[in-house]
């Protein structure tokens, strides 16, 4: 039984992009490996460090969890099909928030590490290099952190990321500043 929304299928798919990495057409574990290397380049930080064992963890981590939900037909692949099943389990179970929470958290680290601040604000610099990390263009990411910073502040904090994060995974509100948290969708 579906239970994803059209939006949510949307968004879904747009994650799928987002972690096609390679844009093969399947996400598989070198796209992980992929993007944890383009962390440590854009960030950056040594392929020997805590921070990216770390990250690592998570990633291969994340990878088994969608490996075992979602690879139906067992190739070590995950195809669009099997992506948004494993989505719909995700909101079907109510576990979008044990299963992407963690890796989130880690990465608002990150980008508080950048800032060589304690008060996780944001700047667009350091979205930028979300973005380019995901391989996404840096442009958008301007354009989606002049969305998202509703204040005009300058940054975005902890909350305010967390917040559009799960909306971007969970919410059915169209209008909902989150579902702009990975550019267009």
Do not use: H
Not at 25 to 31: P, Y
Not at 37 to 50: D, L
Not at 116 to 128: A, L, M, R
Not at 146 to 173: A, C, M, Q
């Amino acid at each position: 039984m579906t239970v994803l929304t059209p939006l949510q299928e949307r968004k879904a798919r747009r994650m799928f992009e987002v972690f096609d990495i390679n844009n093969d057409g399947t996400v598989e574990r070198n796209d992980f490996n992929l993007i944890l290397n383009k962390w440590a380049e854009v960030v950056p930080f040594s392929r020997q460090s805590e921070t990216y064992r770390g990250l690592n963890y998570l990633y291969q981590n994340r990878w088994k969890k969608i490996l075992f939900f979602a690879d139906s037909d067992k190739n070590e692949q995950i195809s669009v099909e099997e992506w948004i099943a494993y989505c719909n389990s995700l909101i079907e179970q109510d576990s979008y928030e044990e299963d992407i929470l963690p890796i989130t958290c880690y990465i608002i680290r990150l980008f508080a590490d950048q800032n060589k601040k304690e008060d996780f604000k944001i700047d667009v610099s350091v979205f930028e290099k979300f973005y380019v990390a995901y391989g996404i263009d840096k442009e958008l990411a301007k354009q989606t952190f002049d969305k998202l910073d509703v204040e005009k502040k300058g940054y975005l904090t902890e909350d305010e990321i967390t917040k559009y994060w799960r909306e971007f995974y969970e919410s059915n509100d169209e209008n909902a500043l989150g579902n702009w948290f990975f550019g267009r969708y």
